[in-house]
């Protein structure tokens, strides 16, 4: 059964840092895109980044870039996002999410799997 399991979130205040985890289950990366996403209350689920599944290029959305780094480890089962300088405007939760799209915007990837999701919260 394939699964992915965010973890890492949490509260913390502007200009800290978070570095979220997302683990997969019964299948690795190999071949998929993934990604991470947010939502905040209120709005549309947002693309902030992904890595392609043909070559391992990064994008990120202007709203991250600079802030967040996406990496994954050797195995490609686990999937991280390093997050620095955080604002209260990331305040949201986020999910990772395996699928295809990856093609320099983040917001238009699709995902096959999804996690459930790990709250983050940024106070000012």
């Known amino acids: 059964e394939v699964h992915l399991v965010e973890s890492g979130g949490g509260l913390v205040q502007t200009g800290g840092s978070l570095r979220l985890s997302c683990t997969a289950s019964g299948f690795t990366f190999d071949g998929y895109a993934i990604g991470w996403f947010r939502q905040a209350p209120g709005k549309e689920r947002e693309g902030i980044s992904c890595i392609t599944e043909s070559d391992g290029n990064r994008f990120y959305a202007d709203s991250v870039k600079g802030r967040f780094t996406l990496s994954s480890d050797n195995a490609k089962t686990t999937l991280y996002l390093q997050m620095n300088s955080l604002k209260p405007e990331d305040t949201a939760t986020y999910y990772c999410?395996?699928?295809?799209?990856?093609?320099?915007?983040?917001?238009?990837?699709?995902?096959?799997?999804w996690g459930q999701g790990t709250q983050v919260t940024v106070s000012s």
């Open positions: 999410a395996a699928g295809t799209g990856c093609w320099g915007d983040p917001d238009l990837m699709t995902g096959d799997y």
